[in-house]
């Protein structure tokens, strides 16, 4: 009796519990869902906020068909979707070293966006005066020592004074930013702080395909090379084990201060390829938004994948194809720029909630009950 | 009868096909309008009314017109320009001033499509026939508006309310840059005009829409004593400082009546529904579009909103009404350097200057713009060129 009254208050009306074995096939099932559901969501809100759709509720087919019409509905699209993503999936493959580490940088932004001014930098005092391919290196090399140097200040910090790295990759953005503005005031005279497409450093296309394919095939190497690096080299096993425990790390002989700034110079390059592809490659100028808060974006990308430059491919084609989706609804739609954030913001919070029930599990009363009967 | 009957018939037949044929060829144009930001930027939400207007004014369809808001200042422009050429538009438009070289990369690709650009410079230097400029004399806007404020300024004289000795004026600038430098001076002249002795304070932000900056900008101009404050950026930041300060505004691209009754005297605005009607038409009527087109107060392109006559001085609407008429008469000049003491720098009257027009690398002067007794804003190229810095009014900083 008095045993019965113990467990009737002590057990709550359920709890949670974190499941010891992932089932993939069930966590695939769970993530569809997740999406499928989210895109509802989106078709009701759509509903609500959209003139034309509660007005005429037969075009919900259209809603929906933006989303693919967005991406795939010409062949223009279809490249600019594979660039964007290409992109985006260079600067997550950026934030992921450093990510295995647990080193949260959140700084590719500023480090890309040094990235871009590097190459820029290159273009606008040498363009002309040094033959093409050689500009087109000196951008190169401007754009990794850029990028890199802007990830290894907080990274040096953090192995010398252990200072907080997210905080300190969170303000060099800001940095960065400005350090792009005060270039941009001198470098145009007239005062309107715009510098316009330069005349020369264009990454040239490849004599076929599309003008993006270069960028895309550029962008598919270096996933197959970090994966390669963090999979099987002995330095992407020094990663996972930093990143695991610092003190095992320690114990078994790795140099961890070594290790973090290693990885973030890594980082750093990378953000500064995306940040050439970015300046070169595509709009020949550099301005405070070049890079567009893609930075962040990758954050989201490179976790949703879980740290695997394979998956990344995955993650940031479906970020990209829900962005180009949602702008395709903004303008079909004839509705506010906000609206596509809304709706690409509900369907990220039903993918990153989803995860929450592939990890954990809720335990009933009832049935916890039924088992102690047992 | 029968002859009539039939010569009637064929004639209403030929008319109505006339008519049809015109119709048809505006039914023809599809509009791809190509924008920065989107409603909630004054600046943006000015080009969508002025995009909707048109399209009433034009009987157009929903289905000719495109919008894409939110495309940045980078190759996505091009991509943006080339997308909405694949969907047929037959001319594109993007409002804003760094679209410009990608916008120029998209006309070269599509020759058969008209592009137009508001607010940029190339267009007359680039040899590239089917690309466009435009902007208005708002420099004429805003003398009205700058007349508007000192009658307001002269009321407060009489009544003893000024600050200090002389009458002092605020304004919050974006960046220091043509456009502004054009606008804020024009602005003084108005005021100068009918206010002999007053002086003006400039802070800039440092950006185009910033609200803090702005709002922090007009507090400290109000502390330092000016009488009234106008601004150049596009957020409520200034108009809502003097609301707070209960200090006259003179306000940009539309009204603020609304959130503030008290100090809102009347603003200036470009309307850019004139321009879409007229490239439309154009293209309907297989005609060319001007290379650099300046609307004015003429073509409704520049105009003022409703006064409040709350908080503007009497009798304001009719001497605005008198001036504009001399405006449009072309008595009366915005820069006018002929009337002794009324544009001076460092004291002596400006009898020359060589503005930059055409679009270099090194943005070198090139063009003498003070003849006839006038600064000829907008007469060269459609974008403003004046950026003379002229006594009376005193720059606290500089922001390029």
Redesign the interface.
């Known amino acids: 009796m008095s045993e019965q009254k113990k467990t009737s208050v002590h057990e709550p009306l359920f709890h949670l519990a974190k499941r010891t074995n992932v089932n993939p096939l069930r966590a695939t099932l769970i993530r569809i869902a997740a999406i499928v559901l989210g895109l509802v969501v989106c078709g009701l809100v759509a509903f609500l906020l959209i003139e034309k759709l509660n007005q005429n509720p037969g075009k919900i087919g259209d809603f929906y068909n933006c989303f693919i019409k967005g991406s795939f509905s010409t062949e223009r699209k279809l490249w600019k979707f594979l660039k964007n993503m290409a992109v985006l999936q260079c600067i997550s493959l950026a934030v992921t070293p450093a990510f295995r580490m647990r080193f949260w940088n959140i700084g590719a932004e500023g480090q890309t966006l040094m990235g871009v001014l590097g190459a820029i930098t290159m273009a606008f005092y040498f363009g002309g005066k040094v033959p093409e391919w050689q500009l087109l290196i000196m951008m190169f090399i401007a754009a990794l020592i850029y990028g890199a140097v802007w990830a290894v200040i907080p990274a040096l910090f953090k192995a010398k004074w252990n200072t907080n790295e997210t905080l300190f990759t969170l303000m060099m953005n800001y940095v960065a930013t400005y350090v792009v503005s005060y270039f941009l005031v001198i470098w145009v005279p007239s005062g309107s702080s715009t510098l316009g497409k330069l005349k020369y450093g264009k990454l040239p296309p490849l004599p076929f395909g599309n003008q993006y394919l270069l960028i895309i095939l550029i962008v598919l190497v270096l996933t197959v090379l970090l994966y390669v690096y963090l999979k099987y080299t002995q330095q992407g096993y020094e990663i996972s084990v930093v990143g695991e425990s610092v003190r095992t790390a320690q114990y078994s002989g790795i140099n961890v201060q070594k290790v973090i700034i290693r990885t973030m110079v890594v980082s750093g390059l990378l953000c500064g390829v995306a940040g050439y592809l970015i300046g070169s490659g595509l709009d020949q100028s550099v301005t405070t938004e070049s890079v567009g808060g893609q930075g962040f974006t990758a954050i989201i990308v490179s976790w949703l994948a879980n740290f695997n430059p394979i998956m990344m491919i995955v993650t940031s084609g479906l970020i990209s194809f829900l962005n180009s989706g949602a702008a395709q609804i903004s303008q079909d739609f004839n509705v506010s720029g906000a609206l596509p954030d809304v709706i690409v913001g509900i369907i990220l919070f039903f993918i990153i909630g989803c995860e929450f029930f592939i990890n954990y599990k809720f335990v009933f009363r009832k049935s916890a009950g039924k088992e102690a009967a047992k | 009868m029968k002859k009539f009957v039939a010569l009637l018939l064929v004639l209403t037949l030929c008319l109505s096909a006339c008519i049809f044929t015109a119709s048809a060829e505006i039914a023809d144009v599809k509009l791809g309008v190509i924008l920065l ?4 930027s004054t600046y943006d939400l000015n080009f969508i009314n002025g995009v909707n207007d048109a399209v009433a004014a034009l009987g157009l369809t ?1 289905e000719q017109v ?5 495309i ?4 996505e422009c091009t ?1 943006a320009a ?2 909405l050429a ?1 969907e047929g538009c037959t001319i594109i438009f993007a409002n804003s ?2 679209h ?3 916008l120029l ?1 998209a006309a070269k690709q599509c020759p058969e499509v008209q592009f137009c650009h508001a607010t940029g410079t190339m267009a007359h230097t680039a040899g590239v026939e089917n690309f466009h400029n435009a902007f208005a004399a708002i420099y004429e806007g805003r003398y009205l508006a700058g007349v508007a404020a000192g009658l307001k300024l002269n009321e407060l004289k009489e009544a003893g309310k000024l600050k200090g000795e002389k009458p002092l004026m605020g304004y919050v600038g974006a ?4 456009e502004v430098i054009s606008g804020y001076t024009s602005f003084y002249l108005g005021a100068k005009s009918v206010c002999p002795d007053v002086e003006m304070k400039v802070q800039f932000t ?1 950006s185009w829409y910033d609200y803090n900056e702005e709002k922090n900008a007009a507090t400290a101009l109000i502390a330092a004593n000016c009488d009234l404050i106008s601004q150049h950026a596009d957020s409520m930041g200034a108009p809502s400082a003097c609301e707070d300060a209960n200090i006259p505004n003179v306000s940009y691209n539309g009204s603020t009546v609304a959130s503030c009754p008290n100090t809102f005297i009347v603003a200036s605005r470009i309307d850019w529904a004139p321009y879409f009607q007229y490239i439309v038409n154009q293209v309907a009527a297989g005609e060319k579009i001007d290379v650099d087109w300046t609307g004015t107060i003429d073509t409704k392109s520049v105009v003022l909103t409703e006064i409040n006559e709350q908080a503007a001085a009497a009798g304001t609407a009719a001497k605005l009404e008198e001036v504009k008429a001399e405006l449009l008469a072309g008595t009366r000049k915005v820069f006018d350097t002929a009337t002794e003491g009324f544009i001076t720098v460092d004291g002596a009257a400006l009898a020359s200057y060589m503005a ?1 027009v055409d679009t270099d690398d090194a ?1 070198t002067p090139d063009t003498e713009a003070v003849a006839d007794g006038y600064f000829h804003e907008s007469e060269y190229r459609s974008a403003p060129y004046f ?1 003379v810095r002229i006594d009376g009014i005193e720059l606290l900083n500089q922001m ?1």
Request: charged letters at 40%.
């Open positions: 930001h989107d409603e909630n929903e495109i919008m894409k808001r939110n940045p200042e980078s190759q991509d080339l997308d694949d001033f760094g410009e070289t990608y990369d960046f220091t840059y043509a440092g930059d943005f950026d390029f």
